[in-house]
Each structure stands twice: as C-alpha cells, then as structure tokens.
C-alpha cells in the first residue's frame, strides 16, 4: 500500500488537494496532524484520520517532547501501523504546515521492513500557492523554498485567485529539485505523479543539504544563455555562480545584500581561506540569509562520485560541482549580471587567500556566523 507524504505552509492549499485526492481516489485514508501554539508556548498536536465517507477520528496527541521528528516517531508511525488491518486503497499523510519532509521520510523509510511492513513509501509532495511561491522571495520564507527544493512532486496552485501566474510556475521550476516533476493545479495529476514514484530518504537528505544543490533541468518554456544562465516566462531566470578560489570573509558580509536580497533565492556552499577543508552552507530566501558549516560529508563532489548523479544521489551533473564555492541563485525582475558581479567581488585573490590560511587568528567578521576561525579549522582537520 502506498503512503504519499505531504508538506504545505498553507492550510488551504493542503486540504484543497486532499479533497482532490479523496475524490479521485474513494479508497483513500487521510492522515493529518497539526501543530498549534498558545500564548504560553505550549504547542497542541492533533491528530485527524480522515476517508471519502468522512471524519474518523479526531484527537490530541501527548508527547513529551513535541518537536517533528518526536511526532513521526511517537504517532505517525503507531497511527499508520493502525490502519494497516483495514488494507486502506492508500495512505495520504499530511505533514503540520511548514513541516520538513526528511524528518518524516527517513522514519517511515526505516520502518518499512518492521511495524509498517506492508506499505511502501511513494514520492513526497510539495503544495503551494503561486502566489505565496512569488511572495516568499520578497518575504524571505524558508519554509516554502524548502519544500519545493526538496519535494519529488511539486504542486503549484492558484490559490483561488484565477490561473497560476507564469513568474510562479517559473519560480517553481527554476527552484524544484533534479528528479522532481512540477504539476500546475491540484487535480488527480498530483496524486498519480506522487503515487508511481519512491521516495528516497538518501536522496531526501543530499536535497536538503544547501552543499549539494542541484536543481532540475529547465522545462517547457525556458532557455539557456551562453554563460549558462537559464531564463523563463515571467522574468525569471537561475544562475550558478562557482569559484575555485575561497571567499574573502570582509567582502563576501559586504557583498552580501546584493546575492540576498528581494526577489532572489539561493543555496550553496562556499570557502573562505581561514578556514581551510571547512565546507561553509549558504542558504538566502530574500533578503534573509542563514550561514553555518557543514559536516564534511558536504565536500565538494569529485570526480569518482559522479556516477550517482542520475538519480539524484551525488551534485556532481556538471563540471562545476567539484568547485570550492558553489551557489545556485533564482531570482526575477533582479539583474543575474549585477548578482554575479557582487558575487565575483567576493572572491578572494590567491595572495588574499594564502594569507588568510597562513594567519587564520586575523580579525574575522565571520566569527559571529562561523565561530571561531582556528577551533573550526582545528576541529575539521582532526576528523
């Protein structure tokens, strides 16, 4: 029996396309869970089982520590374990909004052979409203970008306000991850799409690591400039901007706002010289940006590990991947030219950067995003 995870920010746009589904699918079951927070803090998780026929249940769920990967553990697991005996059609599970899809993913995966022998897990899914896509870059959403990063469908939806707009459903493409399909509207294509693939918790992971962005081969509509940046309907356009040399740590927090910044998304790895074999993530939604290392499972890819990057396995889909700075960026109405521009600015020269690993203790205003420059560097070479 197939379990099909779902993720959303939006609770209209989540339950539209389970009723959707529901009325494709008359056999289908429904399991949703929602997380609420009071005044107080105290977060309140309910638990709905749901069929064509209508409500079957609906509860709270009690953990003692009620975070996501609790909740896919302590009930999700037991609830679908549950629902096996009554050999349900398939099993629709929607996440609490704004949910990542890996937590939930790996625990089910792993039970695949014990408490939920029986079920195999189909691709996940990712819904959003266009216009909360096209929002979310100026409102610096993370959530809504992981999902679609991540997701192996992806659903673009009106929102109830006419025909998806061309810049959402370019965003959606230029955005969705390698080996992911992109589907307009919440109708049964959705669901079929979802339900013929496997998700992938391995696959899951390398798409939620900013280190291994890779995105998806531009679809209908778009085409490729000769140095590489792809542009579509809408105004909007993807850039892959690398460097072989690290990142001068002054320059790149000055340079900063201009590859962050309203109507831009991007993702990646980066280097700077003081802080040399620490592989640095990148992720900026808007004018947001979060920084921090990464463990060193996060290298850049080379070349004996190319053969997995078919399926999704390994970045490495073009010469570039094994380059020490790597950073994916979509944007629209934004001038790739002058992002990539402010991005060349912060690349440090070769004396800069055999400077900087000589004398890595030097003033760093990196310290406060990174720590400190000697105990990173320290702590990744004894690894």
Known sequence: MPVILLASTSAAERDSAILNAMLDLPGLVVL???????????????????????????????LDHPCLGCLAREDLVPALADLLPHHPGAVLVALPLGADLLPATSTVAGRLDGTLAGYRLAGTVAVQSGHGLVGSLDDGDEDVLTHVAEADVVVVTDAGLGPVPNRARSLADALRPAGSVLVDGIDGRWFDAAIVRTADPEVLARRSDPAHARPAAPGEGAWTEEDGTVFWPGGVWRAELTADLPLEPGRL?????????????????????????????????????????????????????????????????????????????????????????????????????????????????????????VETSDRDSAR
């Not at 949703?32 to 079957?56: C, F, P, Q």
């Not at 990646?268 to 003081?274: D, K, L």
């Not at 499972?297 to 999704?312: H, L, M, N």
């Open 32 to 62: 949703t869970h929602d997380m609420t927070e009071d005044d107080d803090g105290d977060v309140e998780i309910r638990r709905r089982v749901t069929t064509a026929a209508g409500l079957v249940t609906d509860q709270p769920v009690h």
């Open 253 to 373: 927090l000055d340079e900063a706002p201009r590859i962050a910044a309203p109507g831009l998304a991007s993702r990646g790895r980066f280097a700077v010289a003081n802080r040399h074999g620490v592989p640095c993530g990148w992720v900026g939604v808007g004018a947001s940006v979060r920084l921090g290392t990464l463990p060193t499972a996060s290298r850049p890819v080379t070349a004996d590990r190319r053969a997995g990057a078919a399926d999704g396995r390994s970045d490495a889909a073009d010469g570039r991947a094994g380059a020490a700075t790597r950073l994916v960026v979509v944007g629209y109405d934004a001038d790739p030219e002058r992002v990539a521009q402010a991005f060349a600015r912060a690349v440090s020269t070769a004396a800069e950067a055999a400077e900087a690993r000589a004398n890595p203790s030097a003033d760093d205003p990196l310290a406060p995003y990174l720590g400190d420059a």
